[in-house]
């Protein structure tokens, strides 16, 4: 087992693996920016270097600093979190240049999946369904071919990356070359790589995805779906486990599907595998995460099995302990992301607990919201024996909550909270922009 990891990450995320390291008995380094030099996970390291200015090319993104880092404080490890370096391949193969084990799958396989060209192709030849749509665009008039191949309205999306980035919906030709431009602009700018291609944009589907470990041995065990499929801007909002929309034969055949995409890969550590349901039960394979998920703490909740620390395990060439058989899921999770809407000081923060009751989160009194970086505050957890009483839980948690200092989106999301459309469970990935 290791003896000593670093965290090249910030935030909640970075707290999530300290408590994990802690309980393993593993000291930790941290790695910071200069805007985050009082933050809660740099008290809480063992060790913390400055990496760099603000800016997250400066810091956060800066891999020479970092591997210089986990070689000066002889960190046998790197932990990227999710967001910035997760997914970058090129990082993972610096780290297995100097000897240091990135914490995820092997670089060429982070390659093959960041790349959502090849891993639809992938897709396609071992028979798991694939949204319609194009390879990489190299001009607006290919473009418009493809679109109108395809029928509108269609999806721009970047190759590389993910979160919601380099995404722009098109209904109308009109609108297509400007859309290209932006969000190809923005994959440039978020991911490095400025390549976008085009899906066919479904409406009325849901967004589910399925958690998967699989260790250096060929064992790979499914810990069920989460329903992701309230969005806004293409940014998750609130996510349940189990789906209240799938059936017990749609999930079994949804995880079966998510271990073959993962087994043909010849995938390594704790990954994702995210598909779009329409209303009559087909899906479609949209990407493969190679990274943990924000949302990760519900499925920790219903199955009892920490991620983070099979992170760890299996990128220490440990063997998965448990089989597919083992897995239990109890109860029903409910997980709300919480944002700031604005930056300062956060003057006073009061978060609420009891059973069933989780909050991740870096938040500390006194603490300065920083234009920099992304804007959650935190991810607040409900667990309870029903989804009705967990939606109880979770409305009387978001109402004990309290962040002095800065706007958030707490009030929006008890309204949804309270809300038919929610308490329903029958909603989709258009749901909110549609209310």
Known sequence: MFTKILIANRGEIAVRIIRACREMGIETVVVYSEADAESLPVAMADERICIGGNSPKDSYLNMENIISAALVTKAQ??????????????????????????????WDVIKLMGDKEKARELMSEIGVPIVPGSGVITSIEEAEAEADRIGYPVMIKASAGGGGKGIRVVFKKEELAESIRVASEEARSGFGNADVFMEKYLVGVRHIEVQVLADKFGNIVCLGERDCSLQRNKQKVIEETPSPFLSDELRERLMETAK?????????????VEFLVDKEGNFYFIEMNTR????????????????????????????????????????????????????????????????????????????????????????????????????????????????????????????????????SGMYDTRSLEDR
């Not at 910035?84 to 990135?102: M, Q, R, T, Y």
């Not at 073959?260 to 994702?272: D, H, I, V």
Request: aromatic share 8%.
């Open 77 to 106: 490890a790197i932990h990227p979190g999710y967001g910035f370096l997760s997914e970058n391949p090129e990082f993972a193969k610096k780290c297995d240049e100097n000897g240091i084990v990135f914490i995820g799958p092997p």
């Open 260 to 272: 073959k995409a993962m087994k043909f890969s010849y995938y390594e550590n704790a990954g994702t």
């Open 292 to 423: 943990l998920q924000v949302e990760h703490p519900i499925t920790e909740e219903l199955t009892g099995i920490d991620i983070v620390k099979w992170q760890i395990r299996i990128a220490c060439e440990m063997k998965l302990n448990f089989t597919q058989e083992d897995v239990q899921f109890k109860g029903h999770v409910i997980e709300c992301r919480i944002n700031a809407r604005s930056t300062g000081t956060l003057n006073f923060i009061h978060i609420p607990g009891g059973k069933g009751v989780r909050c991740d989160t870096a938040m500390i009194s006194g603490m300065e919201v920083v234009p920099y970086y992304d804007s959650m505050l935190g991810k607040l957890i409900a667990r309870s024996l029903t989804r009705e009483e967990t939606v109880r839980k979770m409305e009387s948690a978001l109402c004990e909550m309290i962040i002095d200092g800065v706007e958030t989106n707490q009030e929006s999301q008890i309204d949804l909270i309270r809300s038919q459309l929610f308490y």
